[in-house]
């Protein structure tokens, strides 16, 4: 199983890297530098890369390597990976010879053993770096590979720069891979690194740049301990949050960006919901409180420039109106590119290790006693019996609510979605989706009126701003205010439904 941290380097910080006092003090001897070809090969249907494998033969020096790696996770930037190597004599695999060393089951087994797999396979794609290899050794004995890769990587006539760190552990600690990346950061900008060479190899070759990451179910079981459950949930959000960084950081994508403030609020969720047995230091709450409003503040621009302004259709001149989208899309672009750089910046990669470190160092585990360790069940069923009552005394007056009432119900039902969507793996399925599907319409209906009573504060700022506008602002925060009213007949309902629902049975 091959463990490693992987970040990315500005090639102008590549001389600072080489120089920098952690490898001097670390280094067992001089560094290594050598010249790689790395040729990666799946047939034409990329059957490999389906199956959650990839497959290279490497040329460095005179020798030749092929490597297989499958299956495994990257959580915090800490990759885990299966890996299987032999030597190879030429540029061609040797498909034989994996089929004896692979021991982790999986896809790739069939594949490898297929007549049909091995007449199909070619080149799909290549990079070429200069590799410069430092063997470190840390006072406790860890033992860590670090090299530093420089050059490109090829498919056909496209080609990306290779600029990138990677921090191995060869014996030790895994800690210990992240008490070194935070050395380096003190000195060097360097961002996390969560895709494979083989990962961008296949998005430059198929033109495909990963979709937002969505939520996904953390999968419980009722024979986990509390300790157990509490990690599979707050490595699912933070899943969510780094599967969209690309996206924020190198395409201003707004569905990536949304769905990084999703995982960041169900992050502050989980730790929420545990808080009461776990408690995360006060500086990585802090910084956590930081970055959720660095990639916050675009969202509410964004939805007034593509949501609300729509509902007021022909009841405002269009040219006018397209003048107030036009002010409100400049004013979210500003803050998109402030979220960006906020996640492009060596603070974020800092929080994200740091907050990493934290959770597999498991030291919070010592505020949970043997006893609460083993009642993952009643644990769930007491939080969320908690959150259906703060939802039914929240809600009690909704009808004659202002914005302000309406928000606080819209908080507590969010609260009461993710924590059943946590849970969710321990419940009957049809019961727990049918009340998850109940919250979520009455969080939707909510929002949206939260969404017209923050536009409306926003269009009031964009009328102080633009004095052109202000006539077609006042005449829009009209138009919203008389939708919200017209929305409370369809809030009663829905919120009928939802307190009649157990969040558990």
């Known amino acids: 199983m091959e463990v490693e941290l992987k970040l990315l380097l500005d090639p102008r910080d590549a001389a600072a890297f080489r120089d920098h006092a952690v490898l001097r003090r670390h280094a067992c001897g001089a560094p290594v530098e050598q010249d790689q070809i790395d040729l990666y090969f799946d047939t034409p249907d990329l059957a490999l890369m389906r199956s959650g494998a990839g497959l ?23 990759h885990r990976r299966n890996e299987w190597e032999s030597a190879v004599p030429g540029p061609e695999p040797d498909l034989y010879a994996l089929q004896k060393r692979i021991d982790a089951p999986g896809p790739w087994q069939a594949l490898i053993a297929s007549p049909d797999f091995v007449h199909a396979l070619a080149p799909v794609f290549a990079t070429h770096v200069r590799r410069t290899r430092y063997d470190l050794r840390l006072a406790d004995g ?25 921090l191995e552990l060869t014996a030790g ?34 033109g495909h740049r990963a979709a937002a990451v969505k939520a996904e179910e953390p999968q419980l079981s009722k024979k986990m301990g509390l300790d157990q459950a509490f990690r599979a949930i707050v490595e699912s959000c933070v899943r969510q949050v780094q599967g969209n960084e690309a996206g924020v950081v190198e395409r201003d994508d707004a569905a990536c960006l949304h769905q990084m403030r999703v995982g960041l609020r169900r992050l502050h969720s989980a730790l929420h919901l545990f808080r009461r047995v776990v408690l995360p230091p006060d500086t990585l709450q802090q910084e956590l409180a930081w970055l959720s409003e660095q990639v916050g503040a675009a969202r509410d621009w964004d939805v007034l420039a593509s949501s609300t302004l729509q509902t007021v259709g022909d009841a405002a001149d269009p040219a006018e109106l397209e003048a107030l989208r036009h002010a409100a899309s400049a004013k979210a672009a500003d803050l998109h590119r402030a979220a960006a750089q906020a996640v492009a910046s060596a603070r ?9 470190r934290w959770l597999l160092g498991a030291a919070w585990r010592a505020s949970l006693d043997a006893h609460d360790r083993q009642r993952l069940k009643a644990f769930s069923r007491e939080m969320l019996e908690r959150d259906r009552r703060r939802l039914c005394k929240r809600g009690r007056h909704l009808e004659e609510a202002d914005a302000q009432g309406r928000h606080r119900v819209r908080i507590a039902a969010k609260k009461a979605r993710y924590d059943l969507e946590f849970f969710q793996s321990l419940y009957p399925p049809k019961e727990a989706k049918a009340t998850i599907k109940v919250l979520s319409a009455l969080q939707d209906k909510l929002g949206w009126l939260n969404d017209l009573a923050v536009g409306d504060g926003l269009l009031a700022e964009l009328q102080s701003v633009h004095e052109e506008l202000a006539d077609v602002a006042v005449h829009v925060r009209e138009c919203l205010a008389a939708s919200a009213r017209d929305d409370k007949e369809k809030l ?6 939802a307190r009649r629902r157990a969040l558990t049975k």
């Open 142 to 166: 860890t033992a860590i590979e670090c090299v530093l890769d420089e050059g490109r990587l090829e498919c056909g006539d496209r080609v990306e720069p290779i600029s990138e760190v990677e």
């Open 173 to 206: 600690d895994p800690l210990h891979l992240f008490d070194l990346a935070l050395e380096l950061l003190q000195d060097i900008p360097m961002r996390l690194g969560h895709d494979s060479k083989a990962a961008r190899g296949y998005m430059l070759h198929t």
């Open 492 to 497: 009663r309902k829905l919120w009928k439904k």
């Open 56 to 78: 290279r033969v490497r040329r460095a020096g005179g020798a030749w390597i092929q490597t297989l790696k499958a299956g495994g996770s990257v959580v915090g930037g800490l």
């Open 348 to 356: 974020y990669a800092r929080f994200m290790l740091s907050f990493q």
